[in-house]
Nanobody, 123 residues
Framework: QVQLVESGGGLVQAGGSLKLYCIFS????????MGWFRQPPGEVRELVVA????????SYADSVRGRSTVSRDNAKNTVSLQIRRLRSEDTAVYYC????????????????WGQGTRVTVSP
C-alpha cells in the first residue's frame, strides 16, 4: 500500500523560507502524480502545487506562485517543496498526496495522503 511521510515543518519567521519533504513508498513512484496541499487553521484544504510524473509539468496555486519551487527525485522516491518569503497566511498543515496516473490539481482526485507537517509563520 502506498505510504507518504512528510517532514520539514516548523516555526519560521515571516520573510524566511523553509523546505518540506515527502517520501513515497509502496509503489512505483515514477507512475504517480504528486501534489502538495495545505489546510490553514479553520479552513478547507487547498492546492499548493501538483507535479507530473516526470517532474516537467507543475501547477502552482496563485497564492504561492513565484515564491515556491517543487521538485521530485524519482530515484529517491521523494518530492520537495520550498517556500520563500513566507507570510502569515502560509501558516497551515501541509500534506503530501499522490495518485497513480493522470495529473490533477483537485484534492478529491488524490487517494493517498500523508499525515501532514505543520508550518507556523510568526510575525
Amino acid at each position: 500500500q502506498v505510504q507518504l511521510v512528510e517532514s520539514g515543518g516548523g516555526l519560521v519567521q515571516a520573510g524566511g523560507s523553509l523546505k518540506l519533504y515527502c517520501i513515497f513508498s509502496g509503489g512505483t513512484f515514477s507512475t504517480y502524480t504528486m501534489g502538495w496541499f495545505r489546510q490553514p487553521p479553520g479552513e478547507v484544504r487547498e492546492l499548493v502545487v501538483a507535479i507530473s510524473r516526470n517532474g516537467i509539468y507543475k501547477s502552482y496555486a496563485d497564492s504561492v506562485r513565484g515564491r515556491s519551487t517543487v521538485s521530485r527525485d524519482n530515484a529517491k522516491n521523494t518530492v520537495s517543496l520550498q517556500i520563500r518569503r513566507l507570510r502569515s497566511e502560509d501558516t497551515a498543515v501541509y500534506y503530501c498526496a499522490s495518485i497513480e496516473g493522470p495529473f490533477t490539481t483537485k484534492a478529491e482526485g488524490y487517494p493517498y495522503w500523508g499525515q501532514g507537517t505543520r508550518v507556523t509563520v510568526s510575525p
